[in-house]
């Protein structure tokens, strides 16, 4: 993935075709990454504070290495929600940074500002512009005289006339695309918009034109505000099983709403009084069953669900909605002290309390509540299912009445029919969508690509990655602690995938691959560690992978430098880092990292935990289909 330092401003000669008055405008006041030619451009409404507009952070970064920048073009505009009280201060704070540094210290500045969601101060706002590069002093005058507000507020005034009413809206070539939104999601858009690009382009339209042309034939007048939610799908039903979850209400309730929640999100405070509007209003016919779903950028969320649970373990089930209510009721501050001082309230046993969340005694079912969330695309908080029915977000009491209402009827003609009451929530589900299957790849093999672990072990892991890419770096951790907790069981290859704009990435392959010539795998694997241990020291940039530092590396390592140097100024190792790519290609990989687990494709840095689910299943069953033979 390409780093923030790398994303410059490719704007090219000065355009023909002002987009000022596009559908969806773009000014050179806006911050850009990728070509002003690209032939598609995703424009972005985003709050800093918004937790859906965080997630979408990882999802541009795969698009923009999935297609590049003369492909695609990222555009970001502002839009602080008046409910954020950082949201404001940060995008002004970016603005500034944007006028002082252009498109190379903006997103360093937005990625960090995105990453740090919870840290939106002024002290942060500092450190995050002099690593950007630009000088402090004048970031701070800048932000006393508010100079990014008018920017802001230009961004604002569009985000209303285009109805981008929530965080984060994205328009592809105009096309509407709400909320954090899945990578295929964007990519299928992005895909069809880039052959309609090539057809205009091939019917003479020019490059510079391009954009406000598929914006203006692509833009459909937005639905009035009141009828977004009837967008959303509230029809499929989701085979979202209740288990041993705390539940409030009767088994036998016509609606069960299963709420997957965060006890540190504002947006599950929010919706309280709407779940308490429901149970006023409906009775006995309604119950809901919680399920724990802690964001990973919510440091108490996972300590708070431990908590809960320990109540309910002490105290039953009034124990455990007394702790959730004591929780959200601690919102917005809410620490390790609070988590204290809550237990105490609740008559808790001190000594087991601070078991529990010492040696984390729930998580095994925190963490099952996660992965089915995971499974059935429960991204985001708070996460509805109304009999199956998915419902997002901190609704309102009238977007859930009418299915509420619906499924009461629903459940009335089961009953009628001679579906036993505690059977009713089961039947309902019965046939509803579960997990998707795993996405397979078959991998050509090369034979001696680097890898360390046993020959024989059970578990294989490809991985596909670029040493230029700070995503791969992240990678990287999951896959420590994957050996950590494996051992034995697991061996991991190594497949070269330098992206095209990685302009040192090559060179880096290269003198991986030459380290493995002369001295094997243990001289790969530390050269790979020298080359991403660079990351941190020098925030992603590219430097330190120049030939100097290539080098130095290879002498550290202690390999024969004038060999090292031959084949660094000859190449030689081309052939096999091409066979790689070609791999990769042939398979349908498009970006860094993907892993190949077992033949199950994951893509992305993601979490130890989403490896750990596949390589669990892997050590208890055979896959369903493995890589080609290594």
């Given at each position: 993935?390409?780093?923030?330092?790398?994303?410059?401003?490719?704007?090219?000669?000065?355009?023909?075709?002002?987009?000022?008055?596009?559908?969806?405008?773009?000014t050179?006041?806006?911050?850009?990454?990728?070509?002003?030619?690209a032939l598609?451009?995703?424009?972005?409404?985003?709050d800093?504070?918004?937790?859906?507009?965080?997630?979408?952070?990882?999802?541009?970064?795969?698009?923009e290495?999935?297609?590049?920048?003369?492909?695609?073009?990222?555009?970001?505009?502002?839009?602080?929600?008046p409910?954020?009280?950082?949201?404001?201060?940060?995008?002004?704070a970016?603005?500034?940074?944007?006028?002082?540094?252009?498109?190379n210290?903006?997103?360093?500045?937005?990625?960090?500002a995105?990453?740090?969601?919870t840290d939106?101060?002024s002290?942060?706002?500092?450190?995050?512009?002099?690593?950007?590069?630009?000088?402090?002093?004048?970031f701070?005058?800048?932000?006393?005289?508010?100079?990014?507000?008018?920017?802001v507020?230009?961004?604002?005034?569009?985000?209303?006339?285009?109805?981008?009413?929530?965080t984060?809206?994205?328009?592809?070539?105009?096309?509407?695309v709400?909320?954090a939104?899945?990578?295929?999601?964007?990519?299928?858009?992005?895909d069809?918009?880039l052959?309609k690009?090539?057809?205009?382009?091939g019917?003479?339209?020019?490059s510079?034109?391009?954009?406000?042309?598929?914006?203006?034939?692509?833009?459909?007048?937005?639905?009035?505000?009141?009828?977004?939610?009837?967008?959303?799908?509230?029809?499929?039903?989701?085979?979202?099983?209740?288990?041993?979850?705390?539940?409030?209400?009767k088994?036998?309730?016509?609606?069960?709403?299963?709420?997957?929640?965060?006890?540190?999100?504002?947006?599950?405070?929010?919706?309280?009084?709407?779940?308490?509007?429901?149970?006023?209003?409906?009775?006995d016919?309604?119950?809901?069953?919680w399920?724990d779903?802690?964001?990973?950028?919510h440091?108490?969320?996972?300590?708070?669900?431990?908590?809960?649970?320990?109540?309910?373990?002490?105290?039953?089930?009034?124990?455990?909605?007394?702790?959730?209510?004591?929780?959200?009721?601690?919102?917005?501050?809410?620490?390790?002290?609070?988590?204290?001082?809550?237990?105490?309230?609740?008559?808790?046993?001190?000594?087991?309390v601070?078991?529990?969340?010492?040696t984390?005694?729930?998580?095994?079912?925190?963490?099952?509540?996660a992965d089915?969330?995971?499974?059935i695309?429960?991204?985001?908080?708070?996460?509805f299912?109304?009999?199956?029915r998915?419902?997002?977000?901190?609704?309102?009491?009238?977007?859930?009445k009418?299915i509420?209402?619906?499924?009461?009827?629903?459940?009335?003609?089961?009953?009628?029919?001679?579906?036993?009451?505690?059977?009713?929530?089961?039947?309902?589900i019965?046939?509803?969508?579960g997990?998707?299957?795993?996405?397979?790849?078959?991998?050509?093999a090369?034979p001696g690509?680097?890898?360390?672990?046993?020959?024989?072990?059970?578990?294989v892991?490809?991985?596909?990655?670029?040493?230029e890419?700070?995503?791969?770096?992240?990678?990287?951790?999951?896959m420590?602690?994957?050996?950590?907790?494996?051992?034995g069981?697991?061996?991991?290859?190594?497949r070269?995938?330098?992206?095209?704009f990685?302009?040192?990435?090559?060179?880096?392959?290269?003198?991986?691959?030459?380290?493995?010539?002369?001295k094997?795998n243990?001289?790969?694997?530390?050269?790979h560690?020298?080359l991403?241990?660079?990351h941190?020291?020098?925030?992603?940039?590219?430097?330190?992978?120049?030939?100097?530092?290539?080098?130095?590396?290879?002498?550290?390592?202690?390999?024969?430098m004038?060999?090292?140097?031959?084949?660094?100024?000859?190449?030689?190792?081309?052939?096999?880092?091409?066979?790689?790519?070609r791999?990769?290609?042939?398979?349908?990989?498009?970006?860094?990292?993907?892993?190949i687990?077992?033949?199950?494709?994951?893509?992305?840095?993601?979490?130890?935990?989403?490896?750990k689910?596949?390589?669990?299943k892997?050590?208890?069953?055979?896959?369903a289909?493995?890589?080609?033979?290594?």
């Amino acid at each position: 993935m390409s780093s923030p330092g790398e994303l410059v401003d490719l704007v090219g000669s000065i355009p023909r075709v002002s987009e000022d008055d596009a559908v969806v405008p773009i000014t050179m006041a806006d911050p850009t990454w990728g070509s002003r030619r690209a032939l598609v451009t995703v424009v972005v409404f985003g709050d800093y504070q918004c937790p859906f507009t965080g997630r979408i952070l990882p999802t541009l970064r795969a698009l923009e290495d999935k297609y590049g920048p003369k492909d695609l073009r990222v555009v970001w505009k502002e839009e602080p929600l008046p409910f954020h009280d950082h949201a404001r201060s940060a995008a002004e704070a970016a603005e500034a940074v944007y006028v002082l540094g252009r498109a190379n210290a903006f997103w360093k500045f937005w990625e960090q500002a995105l990453l740090h969601q919870t840290d939106l101060t002024s002290a942060s706002f500092d450190t995050w512009a002099e690593r950007a590069g630009v000088d402090v002093p004048t970031f701070h005058r800048l932000l006393e005289a508010h100079a990014g507000s008018a920017k802001v507020d230009a961004d604002l005034a569009l985000a209303q006339r285009l109805h981008a009413f929530g965080t984060p809206t994205s328009f592809i070539n105009g096309v509407a695309v709400v909320g954090a939104q899945p990578v295929d999601n964007f990519s299928k858009v992005i895909d069809e918009e880039l052959a309609k690009a090539k057809a205009r382009l091939g019917a003479g339209i020019a490059s510079d034109a391009l954009y406000a042309d598929l914006a203006k034939s692509n833009w459909k007048a937005p639905a009035p505000a009141d009828d977004e939610d009837e967008k959303e799908d509230t029809t499929t039903v989701f085979n979202v099983p209740v288990g041993d979850a705390p539940v409030r209400g009767k088994a036998g309730a016509l609606v069960t709403i299963v709420e997957f929640s965060d006890f540190q999100c504002p947006y599950c405070k929010r919706v309280e009084p709407t779940l308490q509007t429901i149970r006023d209003t409906y009775g006995d016919k309604v119950r809901i069953v919680w399920k724990d779903e802690p964001l990973p950028f919510h440091p108490l969320a996972r300590p708070a669900a431990e908590l809960a649970r320990e109540a309910r373990g002490e105290k039953g089930e009034s124990g455990f909605w007394a702790a959730h209510d004591a929780l959200f009721e601690a919102q917005p501050k809410i620490d390790a002290a609070d988590l204290v001082a809550i237990a105490h309230t609740l008559g808790l046993n001190a000594a087991q309390v601070t078991t529990a969340l010492e040696t984390k005694r729930y998580e095994a079912g925190i963490q099952a509540d996660a992965d089915l969330a995971d499974d059935i695309q429960a991204g985001g908080t708070p996460h509805f299912f109304v009999n199956g029915r998915r419902l997002v977000g901190a609704q309102p009491f009238e977007t859930f009445k009418p299915i509420i209402d619906e499924e009461i009827r629903h459940g009335e003609a089961l009953l009628a029919a001679g579906t036993p009451p505690a059977a009713l929530y089961d039947t309902m589900i019965h046939s509803g969508k579960g997990a998707p299957a795993p996405e397979l790849r078959q991998i050509a093999a090369r034979p001696g690509a680097p890898s360390k672990g046993p020959p024989g072990a059970p578990v294989v892991i490809e991985e596909f990655a670029d040493f230029e890419c700070p995503y791969c770096v992240r990678g990287e951790e999951a896959m420590k602690e994957v050996a950590k907790r494996y051992g034995g069981k697991v061996k991991f290859i190594w497949r070269n995938y330098p992206l095209p704009f990685h302009a040192h990435a090559p060179l880096a392959a290269e003198a991986a691959a030459e380290a493995q010539h002369q001295k094997g795998n243990t001289a790969f694997w530390a050269m790979h560690d020298k080359l991403f241990a660079r990351h941190a020291k020098k925030d992603g940039d590219g430097t330190g992978l120049d030939r100097v530092a290539l080098e130095m590396y290879a002498r550290e390592i202690g390999l024969d430098m004038p060999a090292f140097g031959k084949a660094l100024d000859g190449l030689s190792h081309r052939a096999e880092i091409d066979e790689d790519v070609r791999a990769a290609d042939d398979a349908k990989i498009s970006g860094t990292p993907a892993f190949i687990v077992n033949g199950v494709l994951v893509e992305g840095a993601q979490p130890f935990d989403k490896f750990k689910r596949i390589i669990d299943k892997a050590l208890g069953s055979q896959p369903a289909k493995a890589n080609l033979a290594h």
